[in-house]
């Protein structure tokens, strides 16, 4: 299995209160995706980064921000969580373009 | 904007039956790439197969292949000879290359049920 750790595994926290979720890969991929998993919706794609300090923005962008500082480690931070951003998300990470995303295990985030 | 369609939420067959999942997408690129995911109810994404839209000749890995129709825009997924294991929900997935840089769209998912 491809080495994806995504911490923490559940959060529950406040609405307005700023969030980091990490994800940490130990394959040297170049590319790194954040995706929220909603009943209905399947996977969209947040944010995505495609070499160190190199991010885009994906379908559904606002409200997060991104950072990747080294190969290994992708970040996703929400400035001031609001009850919609109450999701599953995942990181995934792939070699090169056409190549299957290997997917972390998921990150429960819940904002009351 | 590429769009991804799996047109039955649900499914159900017997175990040892055959089933087929739908999906359909919406592209003006002719090279791209196509995938199968499985996420049973432990959450992980799980590659199922994977489909290269320049190759004619249709992917299989074991009991699973696909039927790729790239006029029509189709990509379905067969399963042989299901197992209790196969139940879970599968996501079609489309790979091209929007606006300069590579993404990958998901359809909304088909729940697989498999009856003893």
């Known amino acids: 299995d491809a080495g994806i750790t995504q911490s923490p595994r559940h959060k529950v926290t406040e609405t307005g209160t700023p969030v980091t979720l990490r994800c940490h890969q130990t394959e040297n991929h170049r590319y790194m995706y954040w995706y929220r998993q909603d009943p209905g919706h399947g996977l969209r794609l947040i944010h995505y980064s495609y070499g160190v300090k190199d991010t885009d923005k994906g379908e559904v962008s606002d409200g997060y921000s991104v950072s990747r500082s080294k190969t290994e480690d992708f970040l996703l931070t929400l400035e001031s969580a609001t009850s919609s951003q109450t999701s599953v998300y995942f990181c995934?990470?792939?070699?090169?373009?056409?190549?299957?995303?290997?997917f972390g295990d998921g990150t429960r985030l819940s904002i009351l | 904007a590429q769009t991804v369609t799996q047109s039955q939420p649900e499914m159900s067959v017997q175990e040892a039956e055959t089933v087929t999942l739908s999906c359909t997408y919406d592209?003006?690129?002719?090279?791209?790439?196509l995938f199968w995911y499985k996420q049973p109810p432990s959450r992980q994404m799980i590659l199922v197969i994977r489909?290269?839209?320049?190759?004619?000749q249709n992917a299989t890995e074991n009991r699973f292949s696909v039927n790729f129709q790239k006029a029509a825009k189709s990509f379905s997924l067969k399963i042989s000879d299901s197992q209790l294991g196969d139940a879970a929900m599968y996501f079609c997935?489309?790979?091209?290359?929007?606006?300069?840089?590579?993404?990958?769209?998901f359809g909304k998912g088909t729940k697989l049920t498999v009856n003893p």
């Open positions: 592209t003006s690129e002719s090279d791209y790439y």
């Open positions: 489909q290269e839209a320049y190759k004619q």
């Open positions: 997935a489309y790979e091209g290359f929007q606006g300069g840089s590579e993404k990958l769209v």
């Open positions: 995934a990470i792939s070699e090169s373009r056409g190549q299957p995303q290997h």
